[in-house]
């Protein structure tokens, strides 16, 4: 009897499934016709927030976020279930909710008439100006604006944003000691969220992945949050393919390094992040041979945060629920820092999640991060 092969061709992020729909802007189709969307993630700065459930974003004494299930980050803005002193009730004790009127051609409404909303038929665009006109000057210090797309093939996952990211980038901003002033590269940045938040401290951030448009994604997200970073830190988006041995120098294709480029990442780097990479086991041993490879070359000692989440899915091949590609990520880290004999050597350990949660996402228990630690071996 033939095998039986069960597969799906599109994949969408939990960070998207369970953000209500009023908080995405669909503003153009890329160059490949999909549509991309532009979705805002609120930096919860002020420790105050977590207390007042006033605030947006406040959460309770379990932690959870006002206005949401237990255990989701998600903000509901616009659709708190929280009652304060003043909500008015109904004379059975039921929160009174006002109606909008049945007719909407009512001749004598109570209230001005909404106005009509009329759709912009958008077009295929790779050139518009993100960075033009007040579109920075109006973007708060507390608000992180990414371009995205949803519902992806699997090899187009990278234009959406996950729970990794995300855990990746409240790390970040409670180690700055390790970022600040610092020379820092992602591996398969994605829509570059952590490189956006590593970028408020550090000083040059080389942002790196593969395909030209997950590139100018990329790189239209940097734009749109330069006001965000350091005073005389820069982004650079970069080309870093992990099947190859080396770096693209090729002036003619787009987001190349330069030779000053290159002397500068071996040179000053000290922090490599990756986030949410770790779903087939052929990228993840590519990964770990192009970590492996950057250590060497690399000047100083170097520090290597990884984030990822424990995925279980039920398979027909062993009849039982397991994370293949978890485990293989786990082999990896083990046999990393199993290599002996020669110039360095990889110390590797889990990092606890008890850092500041500073934005609204879902701190599953699924979700981790491993350090690794490259320096001379003795």
């Not at 093939?153 to 234009?159: I, R, S, T, Y």
Request: charged residues 25%; glycine residues 6%; hydrophobic residues 40%.
């Amino acid at each position: 009897m033939d095998e039986i092969t069960f597969r799906s061709d599109t994949v969408l992020s939990d960070v998207h499934l369970y953000t209500p729909n009023h908080r995405h802007l669909m503003v153009r189709l890329n160059a490949m016709g999909q549509p991309v969307f532009l979705s805002q993630f609120k930096l919860l700065w002020s420790r105050d927030a977590e207390t007042d459930p006033g605030a947006e974003g406040a959460r309770d004494t379990d932690g959870h976020a006002q206005g949401a299930a237990p255990g989701g980050g998600c903000s509901t803005e616009g659709f708190s279930l929280w009652a304060g002193a003043g909500a008015q009730l109904d004379e059975d004790g039921d929160l009174a909710v006002k109606r909008r009127p049945r007719a909407a051609s009512d001749p004598d409404p109570a209230e001005p008439r909404r106005a009509k909303v009329r759709p912009m038929v958008l077009t295929q665009q790779e050139d518009h100006d993100v960075a033009g006109g007040d579109a920075q000057d109006s973007s708060p210090q507390d608000v992180i604006k990414i371009e995205h797309t949803m519902a992806t093939p699997l090899e187009d996952v990278g234009k959406q944003v996950w729970r990794g990211a995300l855990l990746l980038a409240d790390y970040i901003l409670s180690q700055r000691d390790l970022f600040e002033g610092r020379t820092v590269l992602e591996l398969g940045a994605g829509t570059g969220l952590a490189s956006i938040v590593a970028a408020t401290m550090a000083q040059t951030v080389y942002c790196t992945d593969v395909g030209a448009d997950l590139l100018a994604m990329c790189q239209r997200n940097i734009a749109l949050n330069s006001h965000l970073a350091a005073a005389g830190g820069t982004v650079k988006v970069k080309e870093l393919d992990w099947l190859k041995d080396e770096l693209c120098t090729d002036p003619e294709v787009p987001f190349s390094w330069s030779e000053e480029d290159i002397s500068d990442l071996y040179a000053h780097t000290t922090v490599l992040l990756a986030a949410e990479v770790f779903y087939d086991d052929d990228l993840t041993d590519a990964l770990f041979k192009t970590l492996s490879r950057l250590a060497h070359r690399f000047r100083n000692a170097c520090t290597a945060i990884l984030s990822v989440e424990k995925r279980l899915n039920f398979t027909l091949r062993h009849l039982d629920v397991t994370c293949e590609a978890y485990d293989h990520f786990r082999a990896s880290l083990e046999a990393l820092e199993r290599l002996a004999g020669g110039p360095l050597r990889f110390m590797v350990e889990p990092v606890e999640a008890s850092f500041p949660q500073r934005l609204l996402y879902e701190r599953i228990q699924q979700l981790e991060l491993w350090k690794i630690v490259a320096e001379p071996a003795t």
